[in-house]
């Protein structure tokens, strides 16, 4: 009885398990339902948000897009089906990928980092792109993922750098205008001014010149009528151009400026500012007081140019009339013997004619005809190859001292006209002294700066050597320097100057690119210093010329129009066991040459002469035998030379008056060579 009792309460309890797990089934169904409309109530959100937004929205599972909004589309270019078999990183471009990894893991540590960040990504034409990016981590149709959100900002960003290098355009230009940029208050303070206005009045930078000067009118203008000036123009027509003023400077040296401005106004017609620009004209206002100056030496210029033309015309003809009287005069010297009475007249004729013939080369050097053999040479070794003829030089009561300063410093010289510098110091020096004195000549390296060349007037930035010659002789007034370089000017008795030693030392020193001022003081003394550009080259050392002349029995064939010239030259030549061949011209030359070309050792060649000068024969008879040694020469100036081609560096050359030593020894060498 019991047990049935049992069985029956077991049955009801089963049977209201049953009931509560029916019941329990029942209103798990309804939470699915409900959970499943609550889902799909919370994606319509979703999409009704993102469909409509500007903004690229994508939501990611993995690195695999799960949903994408209309706007990622336009941006990218994908649809959701391009998606399927390209993960989240195929859009990142490759430089930015690393950058996104170490910000989600970072996230990801609940590391503090910005929301958001710019970020190139790539569309599906393959054009990058610029957004403006965040993400953040959500519950995803029950999973985890991550939202994304992406601004579009590559037009922005286009035009933010376009502005930006507007801006830096228009700063570059104002900051490296040649012109000063400026603008000041009506009551004359500055409030902007670009690095070259700085530059101009002394001022290490703007805000240095914006903070120094508290008025302009009292502290830049040189006259205060021309601050009045300008504001009475600023009222009158709104704007100033080409306005001349001048300022001080920082220094308080005074600067020339051409000012164009104009008046900056608001909507209401007041005055704000005044903004323009100035130029430095001081160089200008210089140059116009300069060529006022000159209008005075224009008549002096025009006297030492008609000079120097006449000096090259005539060296020529004076050249081989000289040739004639020096060489007849050697030979005849070599005829007599030492102690024959006539030999004193013969000498006195051959140092006349030497005379004439520097004469004639001072007169080329002055009016720079002469052309300069310029060589890199130790001024310490010029002055000290000269130094014993200077003594000689002097008289007995003059003491020569000689200072060199211990750097060996090397200028580009002519060292024969180095020389004739020195002996011209020299003996203008003699001179001034005719009671004794000491003529002091000292050398040093020294650099000219600008503050030099603004005190002196020329010159330019640099090393230069600087050679003094100081006496203790009478001195010079005022007059007397001013003309001491003018040619044929001379404080002389009469036969006993020329008037061409400083004007020829001037000449040299300006083809030498060099610079020369004198100081002196009647019963002070005379001081000339001489500036010479210092480069960095080898020395030239002086060749030795202890050759001795000896002739041959060559067939020279010699051309030259002047009869006197060409008798002289084969005079010598035969005199000294030579078979020569006369040519009047330049076509009998290559006559001649023709007839004789194998016989023929040497050509000797006038470079100027009727129908074909020298350099054309020696084209011509090149052409029949290449090779063929010729040396040429002239009388003409150095500069119509060189017109004809003939360069020393690419010709053997003897310039005239030919000495009879000099000729045979030119020979023999090119021969033997």
């Known amino acids: 009885m019991e047990d049935r009792k049992k069985t029956k309460e077991q049955l009801v309890n089963e049977l209201a398990e049953m009931r509560r797990r029916i019941a329990g089934l029942e209103q798990s169904e309804a939470g699915r339902k409900g959970a499943e409309e609550a889902l799909h109530e919370s994606e319509s959100r979703f999409r009704a948000l993102t469909e409509n937004s500007i903004a690229s929205i994508f939501v990611i ?26 993960n989240f990183w195929d ?105 070259s206005l700085a530059r101009m009045y002394g001022y290490s930078s703007p805000q240095e010149l914006i903070d120094s000067i508290a008025n302009i009118e009292t502290e830049q203008y040189v006259n205060s009528l021309d601050r009045i000036t300008l504001k009475t123009l600023y009222e009158k027509y709104g704007y100033v151009e080409r306005f001349e003023t001048q300022l001080y400077r920082k220094d308080k040296s005074q600067i020339w400026i051409s000012m164009n401005a104009r008046v900056v106004r608001d909507a209401d017609g007041s005055v704000l500012f ?32 008609a000079i120097g033309t006449l000096a090259g015309g005539s060296a020529h003809d004076f050249n081989n009339i000289l040739t004639a009287l020096i ?26 004619s030497e005379k004439a013939a520097n004469l004639i080369h001072s007169l080329l050097v002055f009016s720079r005809k002469q052309v300069m053999e310029l060589k890199p040479y130790k001024v310490r070794t010029i002055i000290t190859g000269i130094e014993k003829l200077l003594k000689r030089l002097l008289t007995e009561d003059i003491e020569l001292k000689v200072v060199l300063s211990d750097k060996k410093s090397t200028i580009m010289a002519d060292i024969t006209q180095m020389d004739q510098v020195l002996m011209n110091l020299a003996t203008n020096a003699r001179d001034a002294m005719p009671g004794g004195g000491r003529l002091t000549i000292e050398a040093a390296e020294i650099e000219l700066d600008n503050t030099f060349i603004n005190t002196h007037g020329y010159g330019q930035p640099g090393a230069y050597v600087l050679i003094s010659a100081s006496d203790t002789g009478t001195g010079m007034d005022e007059a007397t320097k001013e003309r001491i370089f003018d040619p044929f000017f001379t404080t002389k008795e009469v036969g006993k100057g020329t008037g061409l030693g400083l004007s020829t030392v001037y000449g040299i020193i300006k083809q030498h690119n060099g610079y020369i001022e004198v100081q002196s003081e009647p019963g002070q003394g005379t001081t000339f210093r001489i500036y010479f550009p210092v480069v960095n080259a080898k020395e030239q050392t002086k060749e030795s010329a202890l050759f001795t002349a000896r002739g041959g029995a060559e067939t020279i064939l010699v051309a030259e129009d002047n009869l006197a010239v060409r008798s002289l030259t084969r005079e010598i030549l035969t005199m000294s066991g030579y078979t020569v061949i006369e040519a009047v011209d330049g076509e009998d030359a290559v006559q001649k040459f023709m007839e004789h070309r194998d016989a023929i050792a040497i050509v000797i060649l006038d470079v100027v002469m009727p129908k074909k000068n020298g350099k054309e024969v020696y084209e011509e008879i090149g052409k029949l035998r290449p090779g063929i040694k010729v040396i040429f020469t002239s009388g003409y100036t150095g500069d119509i030379v060189l017109d004809k081609g003939i360069r020393d560096d690419m010709f053997d050359f003897i310039k005239k008056p030919l000495l009879p030593d000099e000729l045979l020894l030119k020979v023999r060498t090119v021969l033997d060579r």
Request: glycine content about 8%.
């Open 327 to 352: 060489g007849y005069g050697n030979l005849l010297q070599m005829g007599i013997e030492k102690d024959n009475p006539l030999r004193v007249y013969v000498d006195q004729i051959i140092a006349s």
């Open 91 to 195: 859009l990142i471009h490759p430089d930015m990928r690393d950058l996104v990894k170490s910000r989600g893991m970072a996230r990801q540590k609940k590391v503090n980092v910005s929301p958001r960040y710019e970020l190139r990504f790539i569309t599906k034409s393959g054009r990058e792109g610029i957004g403006d990016f965040g993400a953040t981590y959500i519950e995803f149709r029950g999973k985890p993922a991550i939202l994304g959100s992406v601004f579009d900002i590559t037009e922005h960003k286009r035009v933010q750098e376009a502005l930006k290098k507007s801006e830096e355009r228009y700063r570059s230009i104002v900051e490296n205008a040649i012109e000063g940029i400026f603008q000041s208050t009506p009551n004359g303070r500055y409030l902007s001014a670009n690095p």
């Open 61 to 86: 599972q993995g690195e695999r897009y799960v949903y994408i909004n209309p706007a990622f589309t336009r941006m990218t270019g994908y649809v959701f089906e391009d998606l399927a078999s390209m």
């Open 274 to 305: 005044y903004e323009g620009t100035a130029e430095d004209i001081t160089d200008r206002k210089k140059a116009e007081e300069e060529k006022r100056n000159l209008q005075s030496q224009l008549l002096q210029a025009q006297k030492m140019e």
